[in-house]
């Protein structure tokens, strides 16, 4: 299987990379390193089945023969972090919302239209004071004027 991890060299990616490669799956990562490390990776890193790619999400030329390549899409690039998300309201709806859209419209334009798996976020529930939510609970977004719900919002979006 050909495995295409968008948002690989973090924790959940880095691990999905290993467990594939342990299958005898190909893996190919793709990430920025703004959040992710090349130490997570490094157990690794020179498996003949292991491809990886430092570049953006938003600008990656590869993306479209990547996906033609791919049987499974794990994209999981984003803007994370509580710091970045409060410093970058912008570049998280930019970075979260258009590199999903990206990732879908050429799984929708590929001949081969490989399963694709996008991680979210429990942000997507909002605001609650109920001790457990649940998944078809009403959402409750707070004001606009809260920064971290840059964050929220792009996540939800990216569900829609």
């Known amino acids: 299987m050909n495995i295409l991890i968008t948002g690989g060299y973090g924790f959940i990616g880095s691990h999905l990379a290993e467990y594939h490669l342990n299958r005898g799956d190909h893996a190919y990562i793709i990430d ?28 990656w030329p590869d993306l479209n023969k990547t996906i033609n390549w791919a049987d499974r899409v794990y994209h999981l690039a984003a803007v994370v972090g509580v710091y970045r998300v409060l410093a970058e309201p912008i570049e998280v709806v930019a970075t979260n919302i258009a590199g999903c ?9 590929s001949q081969w239209q490989p399963r694709t798996i996008i991680a979210s976020s429990s942000e997507v529930y909002g605001h ?12 409750i977004m707070e004001s606009s004027t809260n920064a971290r719900w840059s964050y929220s919002i792009s996540k939800l979006a990216d569900e829609a």
Do not use: Y
């Not at 390193?33 to 953006?56: A, M, R, V």
């Not at 609650?128 to 959402?139: A, G, I």
């Open 32 to 59: 920025n390193l703004s959040t992710g490390s090349l130490d997570n990776i490094s157990t690794f890193i020179n498996h003949p089945l292991f491809h990886f790619e430092e570049t953006n999400i938003l600008t």
């Open 101 to 109: 859209e990206r990732v879908l419209r050429a799984v929708a334009a």
């Open 128 to 139: 609650s004071q109920q001790p457990r939510q649940n998944e078809s609970d009403t959402l």
